[in-house]
């Protein structure tokens, strides 16, 4: 279940570049996530899925025995929620709709 989570749903374990496969992932669920529930939410998710990962991450490399492998990429989900969350802000209050 971890490697589920680390890896986003496996997205990090395409090859090749999968940082660039997790976050076009990332990005996929995070428009859905804008469009179908709001900014704010996409925000907040942002925040608590870094805060989340952090502890996960860590038991997860505890037990595969790695450290920082190329297939976890949550913490570039993450952050590509965190990018989308504030371009698409300053969107909003430029008057640009859905």
Do not use: C, N
């Amino acid at each position: 279940m971890q490697k589920l989570f680390v890896t986003f749903f496996y997205s990090g374990l395409l090859r090749p570049a999968p940082g660039t496969w997790g976050s076009l992932a990332g990005a996929i669920v995070g428009v859905g996530i804008y469009y179908y529930i709001g900014l704010e939410t996409l925000f907040m998710a942002s925040i608590l899925l870094f805060l989340a990962s952090i502890s996960i991450i860590d038991s997860y490399e505890a037990k595969s025995g790695t450290h920082d492998d190329s297939s976890i990429v949550i913490d570039e989900v993450a952050g590509v929620w965190l990018a989308i969350s504030i371009a698409l802000s300053s969107w909003e209050q430029l008057g640009v709709d859905k």
